[in-house]
């Protein structure tokens, strides 16, 4: 691991030439689908770390920068992991039908093949080349949590590690690899910190899975941005 | 408002042709330093419209993109916004004096220099060519939330807010734009709901100056990566 900062595409991101990348910034946040099938090869050291060092140049709340990436390679720790996962999704998929949980977007176009591919990311997690715990240390929360790690502002802790965790899909996105933001672990959370020795304070913030993508990255398909967008008081458009 | 998506920077992104908007990712990622003190010159309405459709390009829980962003730009709005923010800002500030709670991070460099430049935001809030207040509508958020409008998820829920921030935030440096991310007015968020308009069970996740920059952007200093990324275990690195 002392070489990775070598690699040209690491080198010029970080050796004062960080421009020039070649990856750009707008196709990356269009395209930047959720992968659910990876091709089985391995993502290369260099090409993790410069993943990870970009999820790093995210804001948080008093730039103290409180967090930790777990990688998980090996099918030892994986498959804990997927099994603790798969046990999450089909408590969260029992609730979601018990209670019509979704009964507000479960007529949109796409949301039938969505939740089909969550399925079966559930189902073959530990097949994913690369698993990543995002971590959120409250002991570097200061004001925002407890001693006990309660998150006593939640508001600007989640600010301080999903800026990070979106820099770490987008800068995936450009070099190539594919990636899906899940927080339905929180269920058994407890338990998945066990299995890679996380202490009590550190909050499993979300799992990402890395890989490179069996299909090919395409643009995402969302609201039209007239719909969401205000001027100067809510509801007024700029159709106005 | 009917014209924006014809502006070249902006149809670059969104006619198929999303790929060349010549901003290179990484380099957006290494320089979205917080920006704090602005230029007067407004920020173009098109260059505003492509940097929030960037931000609705973000994953979200159940991908029900349950986020609105409320544009404020006049005098007559940003005054009690700005008046508001300061308030909360005073009282975050007497309360960290009194706790001591920033006594985990005080020593470091750029500290001091950090909170003199947020007191200085803080003051001068109203300047500012441009408010976002990026929102979370809890009535999207299905399981996440009550009818009341209170977060029974924050992990899910706020994964589904400041990706999107994120992006707002890279888009907005890409196209020259300066932004910070601030969540303080926190404290006094029911009554900046007064001021725009919004409703009570939808929350404003970030409050987010915008506009040129008087400062050249700068890469982002950081941990080292090697610190904050362990490999199948808690503090196993790979350097092991």
Not at 2 to 20: E, F, I, K, S
Not at 82 to 111: E, H, K, M, V
């Amino acid at each position: 691991m002392t070489d990775w900062r070598d690699a040209p595409d690491v080198r010029l991101a970080l050796n004062g030439g960080y421009a020039g990348s070649g990856a750009d910034l707008f196709e990356a946040v269009y395209t930047l689908s959720s992968v659910r099938r990876f091709h089985p090869d391995p993502v290369p050291e260099h090409v993790l770390l410069s993943i990870l060092e970009a999820a790093t140049h995210a804001p948080s709340a008093r730039n103290a920068q409180p967090w930790y990436f777990v990688v998980v390679r090996e099918a030892t720790v994986k498959r804990p992991i997927a099994a603790l996962y798969l046990s999450a999704w089909q408590q969260a998929q029992r609730y979601a039908t018990t209670a019509n949980a979704d009964a507000d977007i479960q007529d949109r176009p796409g949301y039938a093949e969505m939740m089909r591919r969550v399925d079966e990311l559930a189902h073959h997690l530990e097949d994913v080349p690369v698993l990543i715990l995002a971590c959120l240390d409250t002991r570097q929360l200061g004001p925002m949590a407890d001693s006990a790690g309660h998150i006593l502002a939640p508001q600007s802790a989640y600010a301080s590690i999903f800026p990070a965790v979106q820099n770490l899909m987008l800068a995936a996105r450009g070099l190539g690899v594919g990636s899906a933001l899940t927080t339905v672990h929180s269920i058994v959370e407890a338990d998945m910190r066990g299995v890679v020795g996380i202490p009590a304070q550190v909050h499993i913030a979300a799992l990402i899975p890395l890989g490179y993508p069996v299909r090919p990255f395409r643009v995402t398909r969302r609201k039209p941005v007239d719909n969401v967008v205000f001027f100067e008081h809510w509801g007024r458009t700029g159709k106005e």
